[in-house]
């Protein structure tokens, strides 16, 4: 087990290990790699958007996703059209039978 | 009459050193004057450099930051009014993008498996645990790595001012204009940054075997 002092100690120096520190520097030509940037095409948040969709599982999942909503739209219209076709179906069944129990 | 790019100042030897006359290249700038910017970066670069490279802990983090810092100061100079000096707002800029990087890498890191189910590529990112600033001494380099990972478990302000300090050299009356409080929160800010990096360093050592 280590001493308290020893421990003291070992954090002491560990704080005083950025005296004489010198400033870190830039690698050489950082002007002519800082000037290739500047004249590179500015990256819009249009175009990181249009790059997000091009991503083929992100075009496929947008597509799954049309589809299925689509799907459900569609199943959503003929349920509706069934249920809207009901009273004519019972108009027609009265007719028959109003005509089955007219006749002699 | 023609301007000097350069005005001269004495060091502590009274030697005359050449140092670029920021106000007037700055003033440059804002006429569009290209070998004014060149002036600007050749003499700032690693002031912006050297204050990235301390809280961002990557040298190619800081190369990248450094080059936004100069790539803001020329989209930008025209909101430099001169109220402070022009390497606070330097300072300001290089503090506000380093962070912006810093706060990315944790909500990347938080969202890495919901973003990989898109085809992020998202491959393991190279994060050194035991960062060596390429300034410290020789014989300090292991001490320092201990110290600056544990500089990176303090809250942004500390951070900021302790690598102000410790890192750029910069006095407490500059840290307290770049970050807009007054000195004495400057140096309570650093007295609770140094009992927080005693108490961690104190929990390394004693876990070590």
Redesign the interface.
């Known amino acids: 087990m280590k001493s308290r002092e020893h421990i003291q100690k070992e954090v002491d120096l560990t704080l005083e290990s950025l005296e004489g520190l010198q400033r870190a520097e830039t690698m050489p030509f950082f002007y002519t790699r800082l000037m290739a940037r500047l004249e590179q095409p500015e990256v819009t948040v249009w175009n990181r958007w249009m790059a997000w969709l091009a991503k083929p599982a992100v075009s496929l999942g947008i597509l799954l996703l049309f589809l299925m909503l689509n799907g459900y739209l569609l199943m959503n219209k003929y349920q509706q059209e069934d249920d809207q076709v009901t009273p004519g179906t019972e108009y027609v069944a009265q007719q028959i039978s109003y005509f089955d129990n007219s006749t002699p | 009459m023609p301007v000097k790019d350069y005005v001269y100042m004495t060091d502590t030897a009274g030697k005359a050193i050449p140092r670029p006359d920021e106000w007037h290249l700055v003033e440059r700038l804002k006429k569009g004057d290209a070998a004014a910017f060149?002036l600007i970066?050749?003499s700032r670069?690693?002031?912006v450099?050297?204050t990235a490279?301390?809280l961002l802990q990557n040298a190619e983090d800081?190369?990248d930051i450094?080059?936004e810092v100069?790539?803001k100061v020329?989209e930008s100079v025209h909101q430099f009014k001169g109220e402070s000096a022009f390497s606070t707002w330097l300072y300001k800029i290089a503090i506000t993008k380093s962070l912006e990087l810093i706060r990315s890498r944790k909500r990347k890191k938080r969202f890495a498996f919901i973003t990989s189910?898109?085809?992020e590529n998202n491959e393991p990112r190279y994060e050194p645990v035991d960062f060596v600033?390429?300034?410290?001494?020789l014989d300090?380099r292991e001490?320092?790595a201990?110290?600056f990972h544990?500089i990176s478990q303090l809250v942004d302000n500390q951070r900021i001012a302790f690598t102000l300090h410790?890192?750029?050299?910069v006095s407490y009356q500059e840290i307290a204009d770049i970050m807009g409080v007054t000195v004495s929160a400057v140096e309570s800010l650093i007295h609770r940054a140094?009992a927080n990096?005693?108490k961690i360093?104190?929990d390394y050592?004693?876990n070590?075997p």
């Open positions: 060149k970066v050749e670069k690693d002031l450099y050297n490279i301390g800081a190369e450094t080059q100069f790539v020329f189910l898109f085809g600033h390429p300034g410290v001494q300090n001490r320092a201990k110290l544990a410790k890192v750029e050299g140094k990096l005693r360093l104190e050592y004693k070590q």
